[in-house]
């Protein structure tokens, strides 16, 4: 079943690469997994509230909210019974009196062990296993982040942010790519409201392919009828994500915020809640209980998709499903503890998947507010 699941992730990774230059409505899939476990448990609506380290992958506007010292976050997720792993490390550092801030993130997304089968057959037929070799897939990418306060009262807040994007895709000694694209976002803060507004891939992200293969590489893949690419460039079309919250008091030791997001695509019709021809529209909900701005609780729901219903064998009922999530964190002083538990399928055909994620000040002090 392993070596099943990792042909299968291979044939997906690669997928992109046989084109000569298109604009690709699921390019660079790896970019949009998420970062923290706090953003993940809360079905990946953090727009408006990410004020982190991480905010150098929601919302780069959101890096003016670290204060005095740098904050750094790390996660490591493995999905598929460890078969692929997903590892994100960000850094950031507030400026000029807190008025401005610079960022930095590694995301690596990678299969390993994948066989390689070309030369599985011998010339006289006999299949020979000992000719399997094993190849990895790793995608990467880098951004590098700034941000800077537009406004600030003591009621009020907004600032913006930019990330430059370099991204860099290997499959085993066969192809390779390079690619660049910008974010470009907005935050806004009042007593008790946020909202924020991304525009990801702004300028139409693109990965730039190379390919290498042997002679008898070729003749291999030419006997089996499988088409021998060249070079190509693949587009990453823009998306806009839009995010509102809002803090509810509970009591004297309990915060609810409450944040709702959308993530609108025009690059053709997708199965989402809202599709079109051109634009479709794909929600998600997220919700922190915070006790004391010490112990915090959180669920989410996304991913909403419509799919014919489990049982229905000849394929008429369609029925929605999603994505839940769940999670928790801690603080102690400077350092925050976060878990996630989110389900990658949807409710009817779990893919369970148990995330942790550590965020903390490089100084003593505790995170500002």
């Known amino acids: 079943m392993r070596l099943h699941l990792k042909i299968i992730l291979a044939i997906l990774l690669t997928i992109p690469i046989s084109g000569i230059s298109q604009l690709r409505k699921y390019s660079n899939e790896f970019l949009n997994i998420g970062a923290g476990a706090r953003g993940l448990g809360m079905g990946s609506a953090q727009i408006a509230s ?21 904050n750094v976050g790390l996660m490591h997720a493995e999905y598929f019974g460890g078969i ?6 960000s850094g950031a550092m507030p400026i000029q009196d807190n008025k401005r801030a610079l960022g930095i993130s590694i995301l690596r997304f990678a299969v390993d062990d994948i066989p390689n089968t070309l030369f599985l057959v011998e010339p006289d037929g006999r299949v020979n296993y000992d000719n399997i070799q094993t ?23 907004m600032s913006f942010g ?13 192809a390779s790519a390079w690619g660049f694209g910008l974010d470009a976002g907005l935050q806004m803060h009042g007593e008790k409201w946020h909202a924020g507004i991304v525009a990801r891939d702004v300028t139409t992200t693109f990965n730039a392919w190379s390919f ?8 291999i893949l030419y006997l089996t ?33 409450a944040e709702v997001n959308a993530d609108v695509t ?18 998600r909900i997220g919700l922190e209980a915070s006790i004391n701005d010490v112990f915090f609780i959180r669920a989410g729901i996304n991913n909403f998709q419509k799919s014919f219903q489990d049982g229905d064998t000849l394929n008429q009922k369609k029925v929605w499903i999603y994505q839940p999530s769940a999670g928790a964190g801690f603080k102690i ?10 389900n990658l399928a949807n409710q009817n055909n779990p893919l369970y998947t148990h995330i942790f994620s550590l965020r903390f000040n490089i100084a003593g002090r505790k995170e500002s507010e």
Do not use: C, H
């Open 50 to 70: 990410a004020k982190d380290a991480t905010a150098s992958y929601w919302n780069p506007a959101g890096l003016t909210g670290i204060k005095e010292y740098p």
């Open 84 to 89: 692929a792993k997903y590892d994100y490390l």
């Open 135 to 157: 190849f990895s897939t790793a995608d990467y990418a880098f951004l590098l982040s700034f941000a800077q306060k537009l406004k600030e009262t003591e009621t009020q807040s």
């Open 162 to 174: 930019l990330n430059a994007k370099v991204i860099y895709r290997k499959v085993g000694k066969f």
């Open 212 to 219: 290498s293969f042997t002679e008898k590489e070729k003749e």
């Open 225 to 257: 009828k499988n088409e021998i690419p060249v070079k190509s460039t693949e587009l990453t079309a823009p998306r806009i994500v839009i995010g509102g919250g809002y803090d509810f008091r509970l009591g004297k030791s309990v915060t609810l915020m």
């Open 266 to 283: 025009f690059d053709g019709q997708r199965n989402t809640v809202l599709s079109g021809s051109t634009i479709s529209v794909d929600p």
């Open 333 to 342: 002083k400077n350092v925050m503890i976060d878990y996630a538990f989110t």
